[in-house]
């Protein structure tokens, strides 16, 4: 049951890093226009240094998912509970992204794959949660 559960944590930890790691250096390293150019109306209105912190903290959510189960692995027990937080963290993104795409009507664009990483992000979480309990 522990090798189900540890297979499920990391499968689901690897979408979710891929995704945000990905998202997140984009963010992070381009200008306002290309964003705007690739589709990202939101950051038209919302202050830069917003986006740039959006994207440090999936980085470092994308970071602390790969990081913290090897901790866990070398024998640092308690370094599984940064994963969890990451993967809690990465899903509060989720959330609140699902919230402004809703309120900018961009919900039928996003919905989907908003509600993919939200899924999958929590997964990871409850899943690096509860496998120090077993």
Known sequence: MNILIIVLAAAASLYTT???YKAGKFKAFSTK???LGAGFGWVEKT???TVRLIAWLELLGAAGLVIAPIGYFLGYTWAIWFAVAAAAG????MVGAIILHAKRGEGKYTFKMNMKLLLVSLAAALLWAYLPMV
Request: no cysteine; aromatic share 30%; hydrophobic share 70%.
């Open 18 to 20: 891929f995704a945000f």
């Open 33 to 35: 226009e290309t964003l």
């Open 47 to 49: 202050p830069f240094w």
């Open 90 to 93: 990465l899903a509060l993104t």
